[in-house]
């Protein structure tokens, strides 16, 4: 039966990052378009109640609890789904955090933190990910990125070089992996409406700005992900690779 185009059934995507947020909200839109997923995250309680909402709604769940800075934990997790059969045909990078304070009064553990957590992160799993799909000839790589891949804010530099990280790492696995028929992609998300930003949402100026020099005069929700998430897992992107594409409401492209 020739597969439709945007179809993932028989595939499975491990989010990282997916109790919440954007994770979440990607995971649930993949799952809609038929894979199993594996949810991560490394709070066990968030992570048992996002799966089993995942679950109620019908679709194939799979937890795995770990730390995305803790390999130790990154390797009993593959090794685990490896006993139990399960093959990560799509990874989504999504794990990360923020940190707003300017460099001048930044520590260095915090710049540390950011980086392991928002880029090392994304190589470690996408290695171990790899390392399973080259064998099967397919396999799908989705690193979250961010505006900050392409753009600086003050205030935000370990998380901007951090999401430019990102995008030159998915042009690098892809000079490694694409002849091994991985796709690895990246997407750039605008202002969204996440935990992470809720300070930002609640600060008016900051707010006002955002509503501002979006051009669609208003943030992202978690959801409008999903299109782009299912377009680069699928075959639809079969010939797509060490792309980055902004979901920002055009905000990068329009001063
Ligand atoms: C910030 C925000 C941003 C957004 C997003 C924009 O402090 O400016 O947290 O980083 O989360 O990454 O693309």
Do not use: C
């Not at 990246?186 to 979006?214: C, Q, S």
């Not at 005069?217 to 409008?224: I, L, N």
């Not at 299912?230 to 492209?253: C, E, K, R, T």
């Amino acid at each position: 039966m020739k597969r439709a185009l945007f179809d993932l059934t028989g595939r499975t995507a491990l989010v990282t990052g997916s109790s919440r947020g954007l994770g979440l909200a990607m995971a649930e839109g993949l799952a809609e378009a038929g894979a199993a997923v594996v949810l991560n995250g490394a709070d066990a309680g968030r992570l048992a109640s996002a799966a089993a909402a995942l679950r109620a709604a019908g679709h194939t769940v799979h937890e795995a609890r770990f730390d995305v800075t803790n390999e130790e934990e990154i390797l009993a997790t593959f090794a685990d789904l490896d006993a139990r059969g399960v093959e990560i045909d799509i990874l989504v990078n999504n794990a990360g955090i923020q940190f707003r304070r300017p460099m001048v009064e930044l520590d260095t553990a915090d710049w540390r933190r950011v980086i392991e957590t928002n880029l090392t992160s994304a190589f470690v799993i996408g290695r171990e990910a790899a390392k399973r799909m080259i064998p099967r000839g397919r396999g799908k790589v989705i690193n979250i990125g961010s505006l900050t891949s392409d753009a600086a804010r003050a205030t935000v530099a370990p998380y901007t070089v951090a999401k430019g990280g990102i995008k030159m790492l998915t042009r690098a696995m892809t000079a490694e992996w694409a002849a091994h028929g991985i796709q690895a992609n990246a997407i750039g998300p605008g202002y969204m409406l996440t935990d992470m930003n809720t300070a930002l949402v609640e600060h008016k100026a900051f707010n006002d700005w955002v509503v501002a020099r979006t051009p669609a005069r208003r943030w992202g929700k978690p959801g409008e992900l999903v299109g782009t998430a299912v377009f680069l897992a699928s075959a639809a992107s079969d010939y797509v690779n060490g792309q980055i594409i902004y979901v920002d409401g055009g905000m990068l492209g329009v001063l």
